[in-house]
């Protein structure tokens, strides 16, 4: 069965520091993975898209990181801000079905 | 412009009501999504149409009926609504079955 698991399941943080968010999957066949960032009451937006052949890519204070040996991904945000507070989705895509592989999110507070 | 648009953003109702939340997407898009999420953040998959063709349908009761009238509309109707349907449904929808996922702004339902 295809799974995507997100660790930590929840993360405070001091404003101004670094934090690297997990994320472990078993899809098969891989066709992608994204980041996508949920603001409370709000819809959630993708922040990167990592396909098979790519190791690192970044967006901003953002980057995400991947290994497809062992199925890991990263998120690693630098030199955090408040507005950073949101919940972190990692959504995997297997390759020849439909259905897009949801992790259950880390939540995120950056504190003052 | 909004990309994804869904209403209404809040609905609260009584058990055993029907209710209708609409969903539209001005993207071009040929893939729309409903999905559902919990009080722990989890986003579910609920159905997914491909040009109007139902291609996702999860183990959903059959009270909740998705309907597609055309490529930018995708509509959720449920019937006799029951407290655990207390939910944020989420609307989204994707240039292809694999592609990033565009969502909208969320509608919270509240049964009493």
């Known amino acids: 069965k295809n799974q995507v698991e997100q660790s930590p399941q929840s993360l405070i943080i001091l404003e101004g520091k670094n934090c690297t968010l997990q994320c472990n999957y078993t899809v098969s066949p891989f066709s992608n993975l994204r980041w996508y960032k949920q603001d409370t009451g709000r819809g959630p937006v993708s922040l990167t898209i990592m396909t098979f052949s790519e190791n690192t890519k970044s967006n901003g204070r953002y980057t995400a990181t991947l290994d497809a040996d062992t199925k890991q991904s990263s998120l690693h945000i630098t030199a955090s801000q408040l507005s950073d507070s949101a919940s972190y989705i990692c959504?995997?895509?297997?390759?020849?079905?439909?259905?897009?592989?949801f992790g259950k999110g880390t939540s995120l507070l950056v504190t003052p | 412009d909004t990309a994804v648009s869904q209403t209404p953003k809040y609905l609260v109702t009584q058990m055993g009501n029907d209710k209708s939340i609409k969903c539209e997407q001005n993207l071009g898009h040929d893939t729309m999504y409903w999905y559902k999420q919990d009080s722990k953040k989890f986003l579910k998959i609920m159905f997914s149409?491909?040009?109007?063709?139902?291609?996702i349908n999860e183990t959903v009761p059959n009270r909740f009926s998705p309907k597609s009238p055309d490529k930018a509309h995708l509509n959720l109707h449920i019937n006799s609504l029951e407290l655990g349907d207390s939910a944020v449904y989420f609307c989204a929808s994707s240039y292809s079955p694999t592609g990033e996922l565009f969502f909208g702004e969320g509608s919270r339902l509240t049964v009493l």
């Open positions: 959504v995997v895509t297997a390759n020849s079905g439909y259905a897009l592989n």
């Open positions: 149409y491909n040009n109007k063709e139902l291609i």
